[in-house]
């Protein structure tokens, strides 16, 4: 049943032109960030890059799909090497300031986001060096890798392409516009951000002149609001205040949502791992035995049944779907509570429990992540380890997590699939080369494990590439790095009037924007 606040709101905003027409407001729990397209780690930082850049391509949510599709790129050839790949751009694509894209900023921004070495940067570390992205002609964009590299088209869903010009001439000392853009956009995408405050609002305004131009009905201004609070997020959906909320509340919200009527509860199986990664940098988590007793301390099924509602259990870090888009089935059976086992490995590592404290980080409003954290504080009791439970901010566990020295002792994290391939929580997980973010919690860094990942990356044969991913699958979880807890419905609620949302599994990919309308 269509709001009846709601239709008074488009009633009058019909008549204030293209920039009210079709206002909608979505709740988010975590803050944005940032909003710079190099920088961008996280699922509301994507959320706003999404929606205010363009990448190189893009995978094809309107067919069902993770696999990458023409977006700026209309087409692109691989050498048979596979080593040497040539994108022809589209001619008509318009930034914010007028001006028109071409291959030169394609090259700019990928040599942009590898020199400041932040955000995706570790897609391409080791694979491209920046003198080897030119432009061939003013369309055409050619990138020679290192070698072989498996999930290099897929990665560049997250090549987003800024205006190299207008960057350009606003860098200073050497920052690569960085201060720039920590304020403002060079992005070519079917939103302007006009007020941007990191820990309370983002809002976007439709660009006129978007070159896959606009239909009746689209999203032509957002208030992307950021509350964490989760009765407040409920009351405001069910009130009509807002049209859409994130994924990151509670089961049971979402169990009352659906009995609303104007609501709708979108669950879908998710391509998204629910882990609590111990830093393996540090002693006692350092040995082996000692992370084996944490894990089998854990209590899975309640975590999994009654705080996750209804996960499935994690295989090991890769998301049983992604497995299953490339025809393969998991190689690992999931972790179980085993108070026994959690014993045998608490003496064999030789660590008295009543020596060690331990921090377990978790974001400020993440009640399924507070439910996990008392859970497994309880199941450590039993041991006679003591864990602490610290909220804080989402920002400030991402700045924690980029040092070594601040990385905390484990946290709570939801790490949803970042580009189509199992490489995203493999090698973007537990390679050396992507330490430094909230993904890498774990601080591991295993010679073994990180060779096979660079044969599986070079590997041109995709069923031996397979084997290989999986072998690097199976060595990763024997290391117990992480609480490997679940694989998590994917919930997200929405008015009834909402059309257009289609969720495909790939990191903030499902809140495009311009790809929602609002049915009379």
């Not at 309370?200 to 305004?205: F, M």
């Not at 709708?264 to 940098?281: E, G, I, K, M």
């Amino acid at each position: 049943m269509r709001n009846p606040f709601r239709s008074l709101m488009l009633l009058v905003a019909m008549l204030a032109g293209f920039a009210l027409a079709n206002t909608m407001t979505y709740i988010e729990s975590q803050e944005v960030t940032v909003i710079d397209p190099a920088l961008h780690t996280d699922e509301s930082s994507l959320h706003a890059v999404l929606n205010i850049y363009d990448p190189l391509v893009y995978p094809k949510v309107q067919e069902g799909l993770m696999e990458p599709g023409p977006h700026l790129a209309e087409s692109w050839s691989v050498s048979d090497d596979g080593t040497v790949y040539t994108f022809v751009l589209r001619d008509d694509v318009v930034f914010h300031d007028g001006s028109l894209m071409n291959a030169d900023d394609v090259v700019y921004s990928m040599r942009r986001l590898l020199a400041i070495q932040k955000g995706f940067s570790w897609l391409f570390s080791g694979v491209l060096e920046p003198e080897n992205v030119v432009a061939l002609d003013e369309y055409t964009v050619q990138f020679t890798l290192n070698n072989a590299y498996a999930p290099f088209v897929p990665s560049l869903t997250q090549l987003f392409v800024v205006n190299a010009d207008l960057v350009r001439a606003n860098e200073v000392d050497g920052d690569w516009g960085q201060g720039f853009l920590r304020a403002n956009d060079a992005g070519s995408g079917p939103y302007i951000p006009v007020r941007y405050e990191r820990a309370s609002i983002l809002e976007l305004e439709g660009f006129e002149d978007y070159w896959r131009g606009w239909e009746e009905g689209q999203i032509t201004r957002v208030l992307y609001r950021v509350v964490e609070e989760e009765a407040t997020v409920r009351t405001l959906l069910a009130s009509g205040e807002a049209d859409m909320i994130d994924q990151w509340q509670t089961p049971r919200t979402y169990e009352q949502l659906a009995q609303m009527d104007g609501i709708t509860v979108d669950r879908q199986a998710s391509a998204q791992l629910f882990h609590v990664p111990l830093n393996t940098s540090r002693y006692p988590l350092s040995d082996l035995n000692f992370r084996k007793a944490i894990v089998h301390a854990f209590d899975f099924e309640t975590a999994q049944n009654s705080i996750l509602g209804g996960a499935a259990p994690a295989q090991g870090p890769v998301p049983v779907s992604t497995w299953r888009a490339f025809g393969r089935e998991p190689v690992n059976a999931p972790y179980r509570q085993d108070l026994e086992a959690a014993r045998e490995a608490l003496e064999a590592s030789g660590v008295d429990p009543s020596t060690v404290e331990l921090d377990y980080v978790f974001p400020e409003g993440g009640n399924r992540q507070r439910q996990v954290g008392l859970l497994l504080q309880s199941n450590l009791a039993e041991l006679g380890i003591t864990l602490n439970l610290q909220e804080v901010p989402w920002a400030r566990i991402v700045e924690l997590s980029s040092s070594e020295d601040t990385t905390p002792d484990m946290a709570a994290i939801f790490d949803t699939l970042k580009y189509p391939h199992p490489d995203s929580h493999l090698f973007g997980m537990y390679h050396p080369s992507a330490l430094g973010s909230y993904r890498t919690i774990s601080r591991y860094d295993v010679p073994e494990v990180s060779a096979v990942l660079e044969q599986a990356r070079e590997e041109t044969d995709l069923e031996r590439q397979l084997d290989l991913y999986q072998e690097a699958d199976e060595m990763i979880t024997e290391d117990y790095p992480s609480i490997f807890v679940g694989i998590p419905v994917h919930n997200i609620a929405f008015a009834d009037y909402v059309e257009g949302y289609s969720y495909v599994g790939l990191l903030g990919y499902d809140v495009a924007f311009y790809d929602f309308t609002l049915a009379e």
